[in-house]
């Protein structure tokens, strides 16, 4: 098999919905679903449109309880297209269905390289004889709003006719997630359909609250020859578009669909409806549209690809494609955030988490206009951010761990237990280490691009409001003589509350605290750096009183973090927790990554013991390299060295169950210094998450978009020891066994394409040539200076 394709071959109803979520295919503006064209939604196939953005809000009532959701919305299907063959005698066969007519030598590929996905199969009909049938489709990534499905229907020894129905049809509604199915699921309203012209159908329709208009045009043509009859109808919810087509041996039928989508979201338009008419009839046919394509992912794997030998490199590769699917050069223009599930289902609601935190490190150094562009969607939302803070009693910005549409809190008041059927209460709108993630994502961008300009405008803005809101949670405990950051959630997650207490949240969260600090410290640091004027302008604008910040460094220096047993504690009180029975737990249940369900579902709960669902004291080791990560104990007075961390590390590593796809890529990220071996198992895991759907039937919902750019990352980063600040490429290469060579190029300041390549012991650094000024290069043992058109390579020590 190519490192350029996927393939599945047969078809197996039971896989369908993994192998739809992992064949989607999207521009950044919209994605559609991997589903075989004739399907419709049901417990085998979900077919699904989603365009970047495009939320709806609905109140339901669950468990006696009225309760509102924002989901990302499930779009008009234009992928729909079913057909059957018409026999000599008139009569018309029944229309084609793999879960009906078995399909013989069915095979999907996915085509990374080119972003098609082709489907072949042949099928026997009773009467007429074999049926050769091949899809190819595309969602268009130099036309954002273009899509294309090509069917050429090809007869072996038989001459006859092919009756073809192009649907576009607005009956549907959200139900990819069974978890959700007690909601309201209908999100589209005054739903039009129509015709232009003897080839095009149309859809038009509005989301139920947030009145957002749709509408898709599609025009369906036969090519080569004329079709016996072409007769395209408009219904209530759907626009049929119905050919018969003539075919024969070496007189192929070949049905050429091209769809155009807008939203009154779009800019530079003047409606909707006017631009998709008006787009679907100048698109090219289907080959051109397909040379366009395959020409800017050209472009765009030039600047984003990574190269890996083996099987790892065709993983990292396939998340590499839908991280670039999800968030494409078109996401600049678009106000959205980092959907944690991408573009490729329903779960989460299509929310926005923190999830940025694991894929802006990589978008920095090769799509930077991204990384700024969904900072841009938090900073837009900085204002309700600061009004979640007020309403909560304290100043600065408390952004919601779940946002969507407009940067309120989205997080869920309840969620289902699947294993017990009870609904429970839903604490994770406590997790507001949200806040340092944004700035964290902050700091990063400007350090990788230089971007000053950003650092000292918007991004001041967001980085002192989240400083503010640290400072003001913080309260100073006389006993300790230090403050305490009270009643939060860590990444952790099981844990949101103590056993049998009255009120959720948590206190004194190592991870928490710990950024907490590194947030103010670092808001200290940009005052002290802003020139003057521009200090006083932003003091200005966000009402900053200069007496705040010796409260700030004060805090920044004395926050309390909590310690038992020579380790650090995830939170105060952790170490006092019962310890669960492992062994017993693993033995009777074939899974225990969700043991928070297992356990509520037996009567008990999680906040009883010492064990986490995902690194949450070790995504300090992610954040943070070792040096970094002992300054900021060293700034907070606390002696945490290698043995302390050592010990940390080992006794955390043992109380995880590993139930979110992000564990094993912080664990493999945090391992990979220490513990080779152990390091490429969770590297393994990582890269398994989705393409075999370890969390069991979660990937069907949409790939964890997360993990997936985390993946990439920890080669970039991770593996090379890779850190853009002080105006330098810092590399400090690790050798593990398993990924010993790689490859990639960064865009870094102003220098596209410099090349980063690990092979053989030795470190290649290639700078291509320009005006730019040269690149400083920091190995622990060396510093050189790379100029542009020049190339370096570097021996590293062995060990």
Same mark, same amino acid.
């Not at 070949?254 to 979201?265: C, G, P, Q």
């Given at each position: 098999?190519?490192e ?14 993994l ?7 999207g ?17 085998v ?10 939320y ?16 990302? &919305? =499930? ?5 729909l297209?079913?057909?059957r063959?018409?026999?000599a005698?008139g ?11 078995h399909?013989?030598?069915h095979?999907?590929t996915?085509?990374l390289? $080119? ?8 099928f ?5 004889g074999v ?15 273009? /899509?294309a499905l ?7 020894e ?8 192009s ?7 959200n139900r ?6 007690s909601l309201?699921?209908?999100h ?5 359909t ?7 159908t149309?859809?038009? *329709?509005?989301?139920?609250s947030s009145?957002?208009g ?5 025009r ?21 578009? #119905?050919l018969v ?9 070949? @049905? ?5 989508l ?7 338009i003047s ?7 008006? #787009?679907v009839?100048? /698109?090219?046919?289907?080959s051109a549209l ?23 490199g ?10 670039l699917q ?11 955030? &980092? ?12 929310h ?22 969904l900072?841009?969607y938090?900073?837009?939302?900085l ?15 408390m ?10 809190? +989205?997080?869920?008041?309840l969620h ?11 604490n994770?709108?406590?997790q ?8 964290y994502?902050?700091?990063?961008? *400007? ?6 300009e950003?650092?000292h ?12 809101f640290?400072?003001?949670s913080?309260e ?8 305490? @950051? $009270? ?14 207490a009255?009120r ?8 928490? =605290?710990?950024t907490?600090a ?11 750096r ?11 604008r966000?009402?900053?009183d200069?007496?705040?910040l010796?409260?700030?460094? %004060?805090?920044s ?10 380790v650090i ?8 927790l ?7 737990? #693993?033995a009777?249940? %074939?899974?225990?990554?969700?043991? %928070? ?7 008990d ?5 010492q ?5 949450d ?8 390299s ?11 007075g606390?002696?945490?060295g ?12 043992k109380?995880?169950?590993h ?7 912080v ?14 198992t969770?590297?393994?895991e990582?890269?398994?998450q ?12 949409? @790939? ?6 985390g993946?990439?990352?920890?080669v ?11 105006d330098a ?9 398993a ?6 190029s960064l ?6 394409g ?35 058109g +020049?190339? *370096? ?6 060990g």
């Amino acid at each position: 098999m190519s490192e350029w394709t996927w393939e599945y071959e047969g078809y197996d109803p039971a896989a369908e919905r993994l192998r739809e979520s992992l064949c989607t295919l999207g521009n950044g503006y919209f994605a559609t679903r991997g589903a075989v064209p004739e399907s419709r939604a049901g417990l085998v196939h979900y077919p699904a449109t989603y365009a970047a953005g495009v939320y709806n809000r609905l109140e339901s009532t669950v468990a006696g309880r009225r309760v509102v959701n924002e989901d990302l &919305v =499930n779009l008009p299907n234009w992928l729909l297209l079913r057909f059957r063959l018409r026999h000599a005698d008139g009569s018309a066969g029944r229309w084609f269905s793999p879960d009906e007519r078995h399909p013989v030598d069915h095979r999907h590929t996915l085509d990374l390289r $080119r972003a098609t996905l082709t489907r072949t199969f042949r099928f026997r009909d009773e009467r007429a004889g074999v049926l050769g049938v091949e899809q190819v489709r595309l969602v268009h990534m130099g036309e954002p709003h273009l /899509a294309a499905l090509r069917t050429v229907f090809t007869s072996e020894e038989w001459s006859g006719e092919v009756e073809v129905e192009s649907v576009v049809d607005g009956d549907v509604t959200n139900r990819n997630v069974h978890r959700y199915r007690s909601l309201n699921r209908n999100h589209l309203t005054r739903i039009r359909t129509g015709v232009a012209g003897t080839d095009t159908t149309w859809l038009r *329709c509005r989301t139920s609250s947030s009145d957002i208009g749709v509408s898709m045009a599609v025009r369906a043509v036969v090519m080569g020859q004329l079709p016996v009859s072409s007769e395209p109808r408009p219904s209530r919810h759907r626009a049929v578009h #119905r050919l018969v087509v003539p075919i024969g041996p070496g007189r192929p039928a070949v @049905i050429e669909k091209t769809v155009a989508l807008h939203t009154s979201r779009d800019r530079a338009i003047s409606d909707p409806f006017g631009a998709v008419l008006d #787009r679907v009839t100048t /698109a090219g046919d289907f080959s051109a549209l397909l040379d366009s394509h395959a020409v800017a992912w050209e472009r765009l794997w030039r600047r984003a690809d990574v190269q890996v030998p083996g099987e790892a490199g065709r993983v990292l590769r396939l998340h590499l494609f839908h991280v670039l699917q999800t968030l494409s050069p078109h996401t600049a223009d678009l106000d959205v955030g &980092v959907p944690a599930r991408g573009l490729h289902g329903e779960a989460y609601r299509g929310h926005v988490f923190w999830d940025e935190l694991f894929v802006l490190p990589y978008l920095n150094l090769h799509l930077p206009e991204v990384s700024r562009a969904l900072l841009n969607y938090r900073h837009r939302r900085l204002p309700q951010a600061c009004r979640a803070a007020h309403v909560a009693g304290r100043a600065g910005a408390m952004y919601p761990w779940q946002s969507g549409s407009d940067g309120r809190e +989205e997080t869920q008041q309840l969620h289902l237990n699947p294993r017990s059927g009870r609904w429970l209460p839903d604490n994770s709108r406590l997790q507001h280490h949200v806040g340092s993630a944004i700035a964290y994502n902050v700091w990063q961008y *400007c350090e990788a691009t230089g971007d000053t300009e950003y650092l000292h405008t918007k991004g001041a803005e967001m980085l002192l409001q989240i400083a503010r809101f640290w400072a003001d949670s913080a309260e100073f405990a006389p006993e300790y003589g230090r403050y305490r @950051i $009270r009643g939060v959630v860590g990444p952790d997650e099981y844990h949101d509350s103590y056993p049998d207490a009255a009120r959720p949240g948590l206190d004194d969260n190592a991870y928490t =605290n710990v950024t907490a600090a590194w947030v103010l410290s670092r808001a200290l640091d940009l005052i002290r750096r802003l020139p003057a004027w521009r200090r006083q302008e932003l003091f200005e604008r966000i009402q900053l009183d200069s007496g705040e910040l010796p409260h700030w460094e %004060d805090v920044s220096r004395r926050l309390r973090v909590p310690f038992h047993q020579g380790v650090i504690s995830q939170f105060d009180g952790y170490g006092d927790l019962a310890e669960l029975d492992w062994h017993s737990y #693993r033995a009777r249940y %074939d899974s225990i990554r969700r043991l %928070d369900r297992i356990l509520e579902a037996e009567g008990d709960t999680v906040n009883r013991y010492q064990a986490s669902k995902q690194a949450d004291v070790l995504m300090l080791g992610y954040l943070f390299s070792a040096a970094e990560l002992g300054d900021l104990f060293h700034r907070l007075g606390y002696d945490v060295g290698d043995e302390v961390w050592r010990r940390t590390v080992d006794y955390y590593l043992k109380r995880t169950s590993h139930g979110s796809t992000l564990s094993g890529l912080v664990h493999a990220w945090v391992l990979a210094r220490v513990r080779q071996v152990e390091a490429w198992t969770y590297c393994r895991e990582a890269l398994e998450q989705d393409v075999a759907d370890l969390q069991g039937g979660t990937t069907g919902e949409g @790939i964890h978009l997360g993990a997936m750019a985390g993946t990439l990352d920890l080669v970039q980063r991770g593996l090379t020891g890779l850190e853009t600040r002080e105006d330098a490429l810092r590399l400090d290469p690790v050798p593990l066994p398993a990924l010993s060579e790689y490859g990639f190029s960064l865009r870094y300041r102003g220098h596209w394409g410099v090349s980063v390549r690990l092979r053989s012991g030795q470190l290649g650094i290639g700078v291509p040539d320009s005006e730019e000024s040269p690149i400083r290069v920091v190995l622990p043992d060396r510093a050189v200076t790379v100029a542009p058109g +020049e190339t *370096c390579t570097l021996l590293l020590p062995e060990g």
